[in-house]
């Protein structure tokens, strides 16, 4: 248990975390490329 979550009900809740597990997961399709862009980039000018 982390400090501070003691009582939390989301805590032991997996549909909580599976729903906002999804809400994030089109920022990975977003952000995953980026990155990957950026990082071959400098790769390709070092």
Known sequence: MLPGAEGMAE???L???AV???K???L???V???V???VAL???LA
């Open 36 to 38: 990957g862009d950026v």
């Open 20 to 22: 906002e597990a999804l």
């Open 11 to 13: 805590y032991r809740d």
């Open 28 to 30: 990975i399709v977003v």
């Open 42 to 44: 400098a790769e390709a």
């Open 32 to 34: 995953g490329p980026a």
């Open 15 to 17: 549909g909580f975390h």
């Open 24 to 26: 994030g997961s089109p």
